[in-house]
Each structure stands twice: as C-alpha cells, then as structure tokens.
C-alpha cells in the first residue's frame, strides 16, 4: 500500500471517527475526547522525558498522564451530571492543588539531578493539552445543554485551515512564514487557509443556528490565528527535539499531539470567547 492511499485512508477513518463520536451521545464525546487526552499527554511525556529512563521515569509518567488529564475528569463529571453540587467547580479546584503537589513530593525520591525541570515537563502537559481539552466540554454543554454542532463547526475549521494552507502553499508558496520553526510553511498558504476557513464559517452559519454568523466568523478569526501559532508552537518542540513526528499512531500523518496541535492551542481563546459571551 502507497503512502498516499494509507494517508487517505487514516483521513477517511479520523473523520468517521471524530463525527461519530461527537454526534452519536455526550457519553461518546467525553470517551473520545478523554482518550484522546489521555494520548495526546503520553505522546509529549515520551517527547519531553525521552532523556531520562528506568522505572522511574515510567512512574513520572502515569504521574504525568494522571495530572494532565485529571482536570478533564472533573469538568466531565460536572457535564455529565455525575455531581450537581452547587459549590462543585470550588471544591475540584481546591482538590486538583494536593494532586499537584505530588510532584514535587515524587521528586523528592527519585535522586533526579533536574528535579524541578521534570516537575515543569508534568505541570505543562496539565497546562498545555489538559486544560485545554477540559475547556473543549465547556464548548461542548454550552449554557447547560450538549451542542456538538459548535465543537464539530471548530473541528471542521481547524482542518480546513490546515488542508486551505497546504493546497494553496504547495502550490504557489514562495514567502517563508516561519523558516526557523517550519520551513515549509508559507504566508500564501497560511493566507489561502485563513480564506478557506471564513468560507466555512459561512457554511456553518447557514448550517446551524446554534451562533450567529458573526459569532462563526470570530471563531473562524480565532481558529486561523490561534490554530496556526499551534501547529508553529508543536513544531518548535518537535525541533528543539530534533523528530519529524510526535508519534505513529495515525499512519500518514504522524501521532496525536500531530493532528491536534492547532486544535488544542485555539481551545482557550474560542472558550474565552463563547463563555464570556
């Protein structure tokens, strides 16, 4: 099997994937989305811990893996109305603290000679990929009732930005947008995807009425921006780390933190904006 037919075919069953998980109940949009997570934070504890080894380092991680995803757990539960005590989302905060901790306590006993930068690498897996997707259940059960449309109306701009981006740069891409970070990336692609993205926008704001097409245009606004300093902020890890690939999970196209790099680092700035709103 070619290279290009196996990527097609990961696109094709990524796609079913995604939209049938989203759409099919809430319970299968937090499974897809907490395991989803749960990779997205082991793929970059692999990545940013790849110099240390030994038992150790396994515990580190699953400390990791449960602190990162630790916080969208307890938005789920609130979500899915596992807890409706009025005081809850007090209570996880002050209960996430001791979790924490436990880093610096497990670093006490691991003889590590970088015992803060190891507790940094955890603290941002937390920061980097759980809050965010924490925050994608906010998107998910605005003002209280499930809206897949608006989840899936993200997803679908992030990967039209990105698909706009590379059809236009592989084809008349000529100015550098970032060579020290990404050199193939070009500002006629990254302009052909920002085109693309209000396109769909548009679309959306006809296909649903969940927000209004002024609302769809800001997110498209945050998904072109935000999402492309993703993908430029995921590559710059995996420069300084000197790898193509986050992982091999999805055949063609890489691993996880690969497909959701600009999907994650939107989330907080499409959050603030819909919840504020």
Not at 117 to 136: E, Q, R
Request: no cysteine.
């Amino acid at each position: 099997m070619s290279s290009f037919v196996r990527r097609v075919l990961t696109a094709i069953v990524f796609v079913i994937v995604m939209v049938g998980g989203v759409y099919l109940h809430p319970y299968t949009f937090v499974g897809l989305f907490g395991l989803i997570t749960g990779l997205a934070i082991w793929e970059y504890l692999n990545l940013a811990l790849a110099e240390t080894k030994g038992r150790r380092d396994v515990n580190r991680k699953f400390l990791g893996l449960i602190l990162g995803i630790i916080p969208f757990i307890l938005v789920a539960f609130q979500q899915l109305d596992f807890v409706q005590h009025a005081q809850y989302a007090w209570y996880a905060t002050f209960l996430m603290l001791p979790l924490v901790f436990l880093a610096f306590v497990y670093e006490l006993y691991t003889a590590s000679e970088k015992p803060f930068a190891n507790i940094g690498i955890l603290l941002l897996g937390m920061v980097y990929i759980g809050i965010p997707f924490a925050l994608l259940l906010l998107i998910g059960f605005l003002k209280g009732d499930f809206s897949p449309n608006i989840v899936f109306g993200l997803l679908a701009m992030t990967w039209m930005n990105d698909t706009g981006a590379y059809l236009v740069g592989s084809q008349i891409g000529k100015t550098k947008l970032f060579p020290r970070i990404s050199p193939g990336k070009t500002w006629e692609g990254s302009t052909g995807g920002v085109i693309v993205t209000f396109i769909v926008a548009y679309l959306l704001s006809l296909l649903f009425t969940d927000l209004g097409l002024l609302d769809w245009l800001i997110l498209a606004a945050i998904v072109s921006l935000f999402g492309s300093i993703g993908d430029l902020v995921e590559s710059m890890l995996k420069r300084s780390l000197k790898i193509k690939d986050s992982g091999t999970l999805l055949p063609g196209h890489g691993g996880i933190l690969d497909r959701f790099d600009a999907f994650i680092f939107l989330l907080p700035f499409a959050a603030a904006y819909l919840l504020l709103n």
